[in-house]
């Protein structure tokens, strides 16, 4: 299938989840979340859920990553540019729902993608190689290209991966991606249940 086709499978397939089946699965992969090693970082990049778009629900990640007092990065998408700016968040950060249907801070201190640590990465489909499919404006390609060598990439999606899905070389593969029954670990080639 082509990326085309499998964005709309899996917008189609978000689409008929109830809000409370959302709810559940987006608790269940935060506490998969919990058995990666993964927590003795500093600074965990987060994405601020699109609720019309039913994506992974974050607040539980956001909740883990307070819990454990843990610096939390977010994002503001500037489409002039295509690119995102990268923000601290703290308890005064004020976020404003952009015209996407995107929470987004206002204001804020401004971190480098060198900086970030951990970068929890939105996605539609995914494959068993780490290999992602997004909304198609390649914002996360761009901003994972500029992490540091040293930056993990988690992916975390409702549903089983692809077998295959197409991909380019601007393509940035996940080290791992998180659903709610299992954890695919693409460097070691392992699988956590």
């Known amino acids: 299938m082509d990326k085309s086709t499998l964005r709309k499978k899996y917008k189609a397939l978000r689409e008929n989840l109830a809000d409370d089946s959302i709810e559940e ?22 994405f601020l859920s699109i609720t019309n778009k039913k994506e992974v629900d974050t607040t539980y990640l956001m909740h883990i990553l307070q819990g454990k007092d843990k610096s939390i990065v977010v ?5 002039l540019s295509n690119e995102m700016k990268h923000f601290l968040l703290q308890e005064n950060t004020a976020l404003k ?10 204001s804020g201190i401004e971190i480098s993608p060198e900086t970030v640590d951990v970068v929890f990465v ?14 198609g ?7 994972l290209q500029k992490c540091n060598s040293n930056a993990v990439f988690i992916g975390v999606s409702f549903f089983e991966p692809e077998v ?30």
Not at 97 to 106: L, Q
Not at 137 to 143: C, I, P
């Open 25 to 46: 699965l987006s608790l269940k992969i935060a506490n998969q979340a919990l058995k990666l090693g993964i927590w003795d970082k500093t600074y965990y990049h987060l």
């Open 75 to 79: 994002s503001k998408v500037d489409f």
């Open 97 to 106: 729902v952009s015209k996407y249907g995107i929470p987004e801070p206002v």
């Open 122 to 135: 939105p996605l539609l489909v995914f494959d068993h190689s780490g290999n992602r499919i997004g909304y």
């Open 137 to 143: 404006k390649g914002f996360y390609d761009r901003f």
């Open 164 to 193: 295959e899905i197409p991909h380019e070389p601007t393509d940035i593969p996940l080290h791992y991606c998180i659903t709610p029954e299992k954890t695919f670990d693409f460097r070691h080639n392992q699988l956590f249940l």
